[in-house]
């Protein structure tokens, strides 16, 4: 047999029970590409491309002939090698259930119970739910939300979701929480009691479908007969560059690595994958070592486990479960310390197809089981052609120890873990930016021995992770501690070695030096804090033990499924009919769709005829001039089609951001595309084109920058009221403080996609795109092309979330798109990749807010002067409007009667930043949050107080003379009191926090008052078409655009009440420039409000035509009327039109009506931290909310929930960076975290306040997307609450600004203690940490 194969094998594996034979396999090729464009499965989709958001979802099913064993386990099809798939069964969200066939009850009730909004993470959601159900069908809630770990979603903060997840689980899900005589069960009768009828029930879980597993796809009898009956054989699988190798047995195995001694052992793809997408490595060959028997081996050996190299790390974490639930307590200790890392590393999707040996030998700093098993003494057994050995996985990462490399030409065949000995402590510590499916930033694994009967060091073991460019052992530290007492005296020895001898590199990109050392340092104290707990468990004589106030921190925060209540009122009116179905909590009208797959968004739009795929080509350089681009390596990639150019747009040059085609302004800038006939071409293609530039003077990328180039875009903007310099001469305190806030990407989950169909007539096009703004991409691509505005078609079905991201972005892609269609006459395809969309797009401006505020004693704020700088990025972009909305909404909910605040939007060498949820209103009000905080810090009176006072009472007007009532506020803030039990938890909080010395509670209350308006009539005009068809179906459309918010869905409430048919007979399908015309952009919360006027107006216009009919035949039936109609030549199609809100702001004057009406609200929220690490959990909130007479209380309880959790990301997670040269390094979801699963509160509740009314919204409504993100502040001042408290206990009395995020980091270092001290020192003791 040759080494290298000859003819290429068939490739036989099934999807959705139908056998699928690839007689050319590509081993370059993923599941997900395979799925969607060669086997037109669409349902599973592209979020990220590197398995870290779960949107590819996908179960994989295979056959153990040995065992006769089907394994079901969840994957992330775009890092699944197709060619990994032999023998197996895929199931797609298509082969769980459709509306064709049956929707499965996964999916029926993830849309029942609200938890889709925008749908793109539904699909990934289903098949990580059904996986776990195929395995469990009654799974309890920790395996329920341990399964979610590795899924993102973006709009619905999860709540929605784990509701429908509940619904399977076997275990009564109640908070337990009998203390006050009342759990979550019971709240509902009590707030029955109240006046306002409300209601709790956002869904009827008795329509729900049983789950019944004997209905679901079998595994395929052929792959079983397969697997059984086929003698097994190498296979080979030849791609356009790339050669896959599978091997049977060992031997063979050998043979393959001496004939390719370069090509990597693949397993899960995990670690290669990654590298080989994002970090342009090529393998010509690589060998699948899977199918061998010796590396899947599981063995219980009489020492401990043997676990072959193979085993996926799902294995490793059952195989040890099981190991530790049958062998004492005192054998498994490296089982339980080895299983505590694999239960947060990665999601489940990730641990399902990683190996064991590939996390080991690909050696990355951030193993999290390296140091661990290192620390264990595990041993590996390694193979070569002719050479066996066995060595000590410590020796590999120990200097100095001979023979300590793995050779290319060695294979790792198993892992031996050792059963623990008498004597032995053994422990692992990691640290993320987020709990759970992050890598670390540091992590730990620690040994010691102690001679018998003693607490003398016998053997120590200390590796870490995180720390350097692989696990570092602290060798030296461990020799030097040997002999030693274990106390306080080895711990300060301890911790000062340490630190001399971890040396943690700093880096390019700001590597948070500091806070790894202070975690290294930690850790080994918090080991310290165990081994000392544990010997006075054991001997309690002789050992005293750790003090009470030091328990806590022995134990890690685990992720919990959380308690949640929703509040609304039902039956807003009366004698509302059953049928009317405005103010119940109606499913998405895509709902069904999106759980299914069935929902199209762009890229599931069928391919048309010669269709190409356009790649962008981006500035590397942030400021420079392009001297030369070379295209003709990118020219001879197969398949390339086109380079386009600037030269190539035949009108306005939208393209370039700067007049000068030549210069380039930011890095990420699009500077030429290529299409070609694939996706892969062109992106193969456009990393080969080469630019030249010659770097200009200066690079401005930072607020700081800009302020010193005076570097800013016009105009700037100030507000001014009352006497400000007068007032600061008569307040008792003064002060001033500045605090930065750092910017946040939208992570919509659809990357920014386009379709530019050219008709071939008249030069008209069909442009179909992921936007909120039709008309602008209709104006937009004309304007590009030369064409006027009726040729172009904008379409727009559904947008996978955009969140302010979709507005002028999307804009000058789809005129990329359009232009390369126009030059080729071709149907052009963008979808920009994760990376490319973080890269381009811009997010939420960073800003520093730089405060004075002067204030009595009593609390009462007298002046305020703010200055707040916005880094607006290379372009205009939406900047100078972000900046005078942010001084229009600065106020929150706060009269200052002499307050002078202004906005400067920086111009700078950054991708231009844009709208984001929110506005500049969640900047500028956490500046005045922070103040507000400062001026309690100072006045020694608690926050709570100092925002009440200051709250708006009656009859008082902005800072720009805008009236407002607020009754509603003060309502909110009471209800949210009283519903929080605030001073109740405050209190215990705070004993909580005498009692425990690592631990900190935090808890915090604000209020909020968000203004809806868009600031001018235009902006806020809207227009709806409503065709009634002869059959008495309606065809409903209007300008609004459909991302998640749910506007289509109520829009359908408002007609079905119009027109008074059930929401059954209306349908809607798509908004598009060829039906309404110019219609302004769905932001700023308005959709809803302005097009449900709209909508509303159409609706009585066609009832108006018809109530001659009606009043006719009073009795008939509507399809009685509509046939009637017709015959009697009335016109059964209408449009509505609203002219807009009477909104202006003049800024000469600083004064106007630039909102139409408030919103309230206000929430509590309340965390621990463990000072020690950072780490932080959300232990509960409260949210009680004004939003009118709600449409549809599930819709926008949905939205609130979802934009506090986006908030949450705002203020304590979400970090951009950037490199000193201005390139962005979080371009995926590995290295920017957005909040997960673990990071929603343990107990979450929303009120909607009950009899408020909007005499200005449709039904008494307000319009509810954006206001909700700022409640995610509330989370950043409980955990500001909780470090003060450690800051009081440590001394430390001075005012804490922190900046935000408010990150574990900062955390960490704000929690100062003498370990931070010795970081920064290097030195210290730490004795008085022991005592006290
Ligand atoms: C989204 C995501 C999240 C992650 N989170 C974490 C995390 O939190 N913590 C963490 O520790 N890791 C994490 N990882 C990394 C992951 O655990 C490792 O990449 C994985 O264990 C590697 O296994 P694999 O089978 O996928 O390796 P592959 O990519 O298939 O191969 C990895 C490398 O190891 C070599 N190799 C594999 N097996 C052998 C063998 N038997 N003998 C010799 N060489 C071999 C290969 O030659 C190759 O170079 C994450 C990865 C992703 C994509
Ligand atoms: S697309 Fe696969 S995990 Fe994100
Ligand atoms: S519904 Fe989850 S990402 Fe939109």
């Not at 329920?144 to 784990?162: H, K, Q, V, W």
């Not at 690909?362 to 066996?388: E, F, H, Q, T, Y």
């Not at 390019?508 to 804090?529: P, Q």
């Amino acid at each position: 047999m040759s080494l290298r194969g000859g003819a290429a094998d068939d490739l036989i594996f099934y999807v959705n029970g139908r056998k699928v034979i690839e007689k050319n396999a590509d081993p370059e090729q993923m599941l997900l590409s395979y799925l969607r464009r060669r086997l037109h499965l669409t349902g599973t989709k592209y979020g990220c491309g590197g398995g870290g958001c779960g949107a590819c979802t996908v179960m994989i099913s295979t056959y153990e002939p040995a065992s006769k064993k089907i394994r079901h386990y969840s994957a992330n099809a775009c890092l699944l090698p197709i060619c990994s798939l032999y023998g197996a069964a895929v199931t797609t969200v298509e082969g769980v259930g459709s509306t064709k066939t049956r929707v499965h009850p996964v999916q029926e009730r993830l849309a029942k119970c609200h938890g889709s909004q925008c749908g793109f993470c539904s699909p990934g959601m289903v098949m990580s739910i059904y996986t776990l159900l195929r395995n469990y069908p009654e799974p309890t809630p920790e395996q329920m939300i341990t399964a979610l770990a590795g899924n993102l979603c973006r709009c619905t903060g999860y709540r929605p979701i784990l509701d429908a997840c509940k619904t399977f689980c076997k275990e009564s899900i109640c908070c337990q929480r009998k203390a006050n005589g009342k759990c979550c069960c019971d709240q509902e009768n009590y707030l029955f009691d109240k006046e306002e009828k409300v209601s709790t029930r956002l869904f009827s879980a008795d329509e729900f479908q049983p789950l019944d597993p004997t209905q679901e796809l079998i595994f395929p009898p052929e792959l079983m007969r397969m697997a059984e009956n086929q003698p097994k054989r190498t296979l080979f699988f030849h791609g356009e560059r790339m050669t896959w190798i599978s091997p049977v047995s060992l031997d063979e195995l050998l043979d393959m690595k001496v004939a390719h001694p370069k090509a990597p052992l693949l397993v899960g793809n995990t670690s290669v994958g990654p590298e080989m997408k994002f970090r342009g490595v090529f393998h010509p060959v690589v060998i699948a070592p899977a199918r061998i028997p010796d590396l899947n081996v599981v063995k219980c050996t009489e020492d401990g486990l043997t676990l072959g190299a193979a085993c996926s790390l799902s294995v490793v974490k059952d195989v040890l479960t099981n190991a530790i639930s049958e062998f004492p307590e005192e054998k498994t200790k490296v089982f339980c310390a080895v299983l505590q890392q694999l239960r947060t590393l990665g999601g489940e999707q990730i641990r399902n197809v990683a190996s064991l040996g590939g996390n080991v030998i690909s050696r990355k700093s951030a193993s999290d089981l390296n140091p661990i098993l290192a620390a264990s003494n595990c041993m590996l057994s390694l193979v070569s052609r002719g050479k066996k050995r066995q060595i000590p996985l410590s020796d590999i990462f120990a200097e100095g120890v001979g023979n300590n490399t793995i050779t290319p030409e060695e294979i790792l065949v198993s892992v031996h873990i050792p059963h623990s000995k008498k004597g032995e402590y053994v422990c692992a510590f990691r640290q993320a930016p987020r709990r759970e499916n992050a890598l670390p930033i540091t992590n730990a694994g620690m040994r010691v021995l102690f001679e018998e009967g003693t607490d003398i060091i016998k053997d120590l073991s200390i590796f870490y992770g995180g720390a350097a460019s692989t696990t570092v052992c602290a060798k030296q530290t461990c020799s030097a501690l040997t002999g030693r007492h274990w106390n306080e005296q080895m711990l300060d020895e301890a911790c000062r070695l340490i630190l001399k001898e971890i040396a943690i590199p700093g880096s390019a990109s700001g590597e948070k030096v500091d806070y790894k050392k202070t975690l290294i340092v930690s850790f080994f104290y918090r080991f310290f804090l165990e081994v000392l707990q544990s010997l006075n468990t054991m001997d309690p004589c002789h050992y005293p033990g750790i003090p009470m106030e030091y328990r806590s921190v022995l134990q890690d925060f685990k992720t919990k499924m959380p308690q949640s209540i929703q509040i609304y009122q039902a039956d807003i009116e009366p004698n509302q009919s059953p049928q009317d179905p405005v103010g119940r909590p109606i499913m998405h009208q895509s709902g069904i769709k999106h759980v299914t797959g069935e929902a199209v968004y762009i890229d599931d739009l069928p391919s048309v005829d010669g269709e190409l795929f356009l790649a962008v080509v981006t500035s590397s350089r942030a400021h420079a001039k392009i001297v030369s681009i070379d295209t003709s390596e990118a020219l001879k990639v197969p398949g390339v089609f086109d380079i386009i150019s600037a030269n190539d747009v035949p009108a306005t040059n939208e393209f370039y951001y700067s007049d000068d085609p030549e210069i380039v302004i930011c890095v990420g800038q699009i500077v030429c595309a290529v299409v070609a006939d694939s996706d892969v071409h062109s992106k193969q293609a456009a990393a080969k084109v080469k630019i030249e530039y010659e770097v200009l003077e200066p690079v401005i990328l930072t607020i700081e920058e800009a302020i010193k180039h005076n570097s800013f875009f016009e105009p700037k903007r100030k507000l001014e009221q009352g006497n400000v310099d007068q007032a600061f001469e008569t307040v008792d305190n003064i002060i001033e403080g500045e605090i930065h806030i750092g910017g946040q990407e939208h992570f919509y989950m659809e990357t920014q996609s386009v379709l530019a169909v050219p008709k071939g007539e008249d030069k008209e096009m069909d442009v179909y795109v992921s936007t909120q703004h039709p008309a602008f991409i209709q104006e937009m691509v004309a304007a590009s092309l030369g064409v006027p505005a009726n040729r172009i078609m904008c379409h727009v079905k559904r947008v996978g979330g955009a969140f302010g991201g979709k507005l002028l972005k999307s804009g000058l892609l789809a005129s990329v798109a359009a232009v390369a269609a126009n030059k080729t006459g071709k149907a052009v395809r963008l979808i920009l990749s994760r990376g490319d969309d973080m890269l381009i797009t811009g997010g939420r401006h960073p800003f520093i807010g730089k405060y004075k505020v002067g204030f009595m004693n009593d609390g009462r704020i007298r002046a305020v002067d703010v200055k707040y700088y916005i880094n607006g990025g290379c372009t205009p972009d939406e900047s100078v409007l972000v900046a005078a909305v942010s001084l229009l909404k600065m106020d929150n909910a706060y009269k200052i009667p002499h307050l002078r605040c202004w906005a400067y939007a920086c111009k700078t060498n950054l991708p231009s930043n844009t709208a984001f949820r929110g506005f500049g209103f969640p900047q500028s009000a956490l500046v005045t949050e922070t103040w507000i905080t400062g001026v309690a810090d100072k006045t020694g009176l608690s926050p709570e107080k100092i925002r009440e006072m200051n709250m708006y009472k009656e009859n008082e007007q902005t800072h720009f003379k805008q009236k407002l009532d607020p009754q509603n506020l003060i309502r909110c803030w009471n209800e949210c009191m009283e519903k929080s039990a605030y001073y109740s938890r405050k209190t215990a909080a705070s004993q909580f926090n005498k009692q425990n010395y690592w631990r900190k509670k935090g808890i915090a209350i604000v209020p909020m008052k968000f203004p809806f308006g868009l600031g001018s009539r235009y902006l806020s005009q809207a227009a709806a078409l409503v065709h009634i068809y002869t059959d008495g179906s309606v065809l409903l459309t209007h300008g609004g655009i459909e991302m998640g918010q749910g506007i289509h869905t109520k829009m359908i409430q408002v007609a079905s009440r119009e027109l008074n048919i059930p929401m059954s007979r209306i349908h809607f399908c798509e908004t598009s420039t060829t039906t309404v015309p110019n219609a302004c952009a769905s932001a700023g919360s308005a959709g809803t409000d302005v097009n449900g006027m709209a909508v509303k107006d159409a609706c009585q216009t066609l009832l108006n035509r018809l109530q001659p009919i009606i009043n006719k035949n009073p009795k008939g039936t509507w399809n009685e009327w509509i046939k009637e109609a017709f015959e009697q030549s009335v016109s059964l199609s209408a449009t509505g039109y609203f002219r807009g809100y009477n909104e202006n702001m003049d800024w000469e004057k600083g004064e106007g009506q630039p909102f139409t009406y408030f919103l309230y609200g206000a929430a509590c929220s309340e965390v621990e931290i463990n000072c020690l690490t950072g780490d932080h959990k959300n232990l509960r909130t409260d949210i009680v909310m004004d939003i009118g007479c709600s449409i549809n209380p599930a819709v926008d309880i949905g939205q609130i929930e979802g934009a506090f959790v986006q908030g949450i990301g705002l203020y304590t997670m979400e970090e951009l960076k950037y490199s000193p040269e201005g390139v962005l390094y979080t371009r995926g979801p590995d290295q920017y975290k957005i909040p997960a699963v673990c990071d929603i509160p343990e107990q979450f509740s929303v009120s909607l306040l009950s009899s408020s009314q909007n005499p200005y919204g449709i039904y008494a409504s307000k319009g509810i997307g954006e206001a909700g993100l700022f409640l995610g502040c509330f989370v950043f001042f409980a955990l500001r609450d909780a470090v003060r408290s450690a800051r009081n206990e440590r001394g430390l009395k001075t005012s804490f600004v922190p900046n935000s995020p408010l990150t574990a980091e900062q955390i960490r270092i704000s929690c100062a203690d003498d370990f931070t001290e010795m970081v920064i020192e290097s030195w210290g003791r730490v004795c008085s940490v022991m005592s006290g």
